[in-house]
């Protein structure tokens, strides 16, 4: 376990992916509108794209701090994967670098807790019955500060170790 050229180099692969779930979003989230409203052809499709690059960004730190973890949508908050990936990020870049890593994983926990809801429904309701584009739009100001804080951890890793 250890933040190391490795490790950010893993983790730099796992952002670009995130990085093309997040430009998968709908350019109606992604974009103010001139009226300031918003809408989305299926809300809970939204919510299923952010969660998804939220979950893989947060990966990106796990990866990032050269952790193991498991390989499911949803890592509880208080696994041994991300409480080591706090530590490692602590030691190498500082509290404020960990809380903001702390932060990411709790998004990241609180979004995949309703992967299932947003993949699949529950008890004959479509995922769209459950969701309202509010709730998309909550999702991607999640995920865009999700993604702006885990890059803004992970080039801290990139600079120590890239050469360029």
Not at 6 to 12: E, L, P, T, Y
Not at 113 to 131: A, C, H
Request: proline share 3%; charged share 30%; hydrophobic share 35%.
């Amino acid at each position: 376990m250890g933040i190391d050229e490795s490790s950010v180099n893993k983790a730099m692969t796992r952002m670009d992916d995130a990085k093309t779930r997040f430009e998968d979003i709908s350019s109606d989230l992604r974009s103010e509108s001139d009226e300031g409203s918003v809408n989305v052809d299926s809300p809970s499709t939204e919510v299923q794209k952010c969660q998804r690059a939220i979950e893989l960004y947060a990966k990106s730190l796990l990866d990032f701090s050269g952790v193991q973890y498991p390989t499911k949508h949803q890592i509880p908050i208080e696994d041994d994967s991300i409480k080591n990936s706090i530590r490692a990020i602590r030691s190498e870049y500082g509290d404020e670098a960990a809380e903001n890593a702390y932060r990411v994983f709790l998004i990241a926990s609180l979004w995949g807790s309703i992967y299932p809801g947003t993949e699949y429904g529950i008890v004959g309701l479509s995922p769209d019955d459950g969701f309202e584009t509010k709730d998309a739009e909550m999702a991607f100001n999640h995920a865009d500060e999700v993604r702006l804080t885990t890059n803004g951890i992970i080039f801290l890793g990139f600079s120590d170790y890239n050469d360029d």
